[in-house]
């Protein structure tokens, strides 16, 4: 029988110098105003958020920037019991995969003030900011998602809206 | 392809939470000389080494090829690494056996490996990014959501996910090298585990393993050892990018268009019927069906009810058993992972896979998934020379 060999703890540290180029420069600076923006693909018409400055599915270059909404629908959901590395939050939370109006891809974020046993594909919600004084140029200006008093999508046209929601 | 090529040599260790007995260089190194040795070769008649392993930040080692020339063998030979996520162990059971498919070499070596205990894989796939809030919480944290979704549109009876990690934990106990032993393992003791990312509990989640996986891959002229070879029949790899609108993620269509190029390869128009048992990468228990539909085994919505049926179980005599060596849910050194599909699909054929053998196997499926379920491997193993 071989004795262990010895382990040491060697801790790695990261530190990013993120270059954001165009595309996301401009989503940064709309979210630090308190705004929620993509971009329309010229071949496929489909608006992405975050913009990339590219379509993922034509490969080609995006220009047009769409203003959203912070209004949106959960596309799909996880009950997360397991703390996250790094971020204080409290298990059990919901994170979603939310639509925002006006575009046509998810993103993820909390999902709170809401009854977690509740939560569906197709509800609807809506951005609850931080104090306008906190934003800056990330997500996190978002506290959470919490559920509007709005119908249920239909499963088929999740993804379709356009940024004037239902009503549109 | 152009020359015929097989599966020569196979060298697995055994999987375990914590291999603190061995360097990273020493896995490895058990794994190839059990590979070289099933073989009945050396070093010195390999002609090229492949390997490939997963993110280097799983086990905080940068570029470890760097240092395993000399441990594998490959100093004055041609070293690759392959990366393709999850999938990067039948990526590189796939470069390695292009190599010899080509005329390029005779005989190659492929490893692969994950030491998880020396990192936390779960940290390292869960790190903060630009413009995303950070809520990344690992694998099971992205892939919940997309199990909810075909739970939703399946229809499926709840319980199939707990069926699939009792039947793979069975399996598991079948094979001496499994990491997780659970030979009495109950859908009682599934169902009470722990909720981790709803709907996925704790025994329905694949457990972190150290282990390495090795194979010998030779042209026609070039077979040896004592076991029959395993005749590679078609191989195939697709990747598609991880989010577009409109992307289609229960039923991937890089995994459908994969699936369909192997099957032509090998000649299979009906995987069900004329594949005799699969390895196939299913790291939460609901990727069974999900993936039994996504590779052509049922119909889209359907997958559940073969699981269900019992079809795919080794102990209820399945007409298409998966993963009879315990699969990614018993063990999961997650850059082997990918090859120990692939390997286990080949010791099949070779009539070589103990107490998990299916009796008088013939054709088998190896397969592999990785990153956002865009990264997809697949070869077909049989007995007989294509």
């Known amino acids: 029988m071989s004795e262990d060999v010895a382990v040491m703890q060697a801790p790695v540290y990261l530190q990013y110098h993120f270059t954001a ?9 709309r979210l630090k105003e308190g705004v929620l923006s993509g971009q329309r693909c010229p071949r496929c018409s489909q608006v992405y958020i975050p913009p990339r400055g590219s379509c993922p599915a034509c490969g080609v270059a995006t220009e047009e920037e769409v203003i959203l909404s912070d209004k949106g629908t959960v596309q799909s959901f996880t009950i997360v019991h397991i703390p996250i590395p790094g971020n204080p939050i409290d298990p059990p939370y919901v994170v979603a995969n939310i639509v925002p109006d006006g575009a046509n891809i998810s993103f993820i974020h909390l999902l709170s003030e809401c009854d977690n046993r509740e939560v569906r594909i197709g509800q609807r919600v809506e951005a609850v900011w931080r104090p306008r004084e906190e934003w800056t140029w990330a997500m ?9 008093d709005e119908p249920d999508v239909a499963v ?13 | 392809m152009a020359e015929r090529a097989a599966v020569v040599g196979i060298g697995q260790t055994r999987y375990k939470s914590k291999r603190q007995d061995v360097s990273m260089a020493g896995l490895l190194r058990e794994a190839v000389d059990r590979a070289l040795a099933d073989a009945g070769v050396s070093f ?10 997963a993110p280097d930040m ?3 080692v940068v570029m470890p ?4 020339a000399d441990a ?4 004055g030979k041609p070293m690759l690494r392959v990366h393709t996520a999850g999938s990067v162990g039948g990526s590189t059971a796939i470069v390695a056996a292009s190599h010899v498919q080509s005329g390029s070499f005779r005989r190659v070596l492929a490893v692969t490996w994950e030491k998880q205990s020396e990192s936390n894989a779960m940290w390292a796939l869960s790190t903060p990014q630009p413009f995303a809030v950070h809520l990344n919480a690992g694998a099971g944290g992205y892939f919940a959501p997309i199990i909810r979704e075909y739970m939703r549109r399946s229809g499926a009876d709840p319980n199939t996910g707990i069926r699939v990690a009792v039947k793979d934990r069975r399996h598991g106990a079948r094979n001496p090298l499994a990491h997780l032993q659970l030979p009495d393992i109950t859908e009682q003791e599934v169902a009470d585990s722990p909720m981790l990312w709803d709907p996925i509990r704790f025994l329905e989640a694949c457990p972190s393993s150290d282990g390495a996986c090795a194979m010998v891959i030779a042209a026609e002229d070039a077979l040896s050892g004592d076991k029959p070879p395993a005749w590679i029949q078609g191989v195939a790899m697709r990747s598609e990018p991880t989010m577009y609108a409109g992307r289609e993620e229960v039923n991937p269509q890089a995994g459908r268009d994969c699936a369909a190029d192997v099957y032509a390869q090998a000649g299979i128009r009906d995987p069900r019927r004329e594949l005799d048992c699969a390895e196939i990468y299913v790291p939460f228990s609901w990727y069974e069906p999900m993936w039994l539909e996504n590779l052509g085994f049922a119909d889209e919505g359907e997958g559940w009810k073969l699981t269900l049926s019992g079809a795919t179980s080794l102990d ?13 849910l018993s063990s999961n050194p997650i850059g082997a992972s990918g090859m120990i599909r692939f390997a286990e699909a080949a010791r099949q054929v070779r009539g070589d896979a103990g107490d998990h053998q299916v009796p008088g196997a013939r054709k088998a499926l190896g397969h592999a998934y990785g990153g956002g379920a865009q990264f997809f491997a697949m070869w077909v193993v049989g007995a007989d020379r294509p």
């Open chain 2, 58 to 60: 799983f086990e905080g």
């Open chain 2, 44 to 53: 010195d008649d390999i002609d090229a080494v492949i390997m490939g392993k």
């Open chain 1, 140 to 148: 996190e200006n978002i506290l959470y998602f919490r559920p509007l």
């Open chain 1, 156 to 168: 088929e046209r999740i993804g379709t809206l356009p940024v004037t929601g239902l009503e549109g």
């Open chain 2, 72 to 75: 594998l063998g490959a100093v």
């Open chain 2, 316 to 328: 209820e005599g399945g007409d298409i058993p998966w993963n009879c060596s315990g699969g990614v």
């Open chain 2, 65 to 68: 090829e760097s240092y395993l």
């Open chain 1, 21 to 29: 180029g165009r595309a996301p420069t401009r989503f940064l600076r």
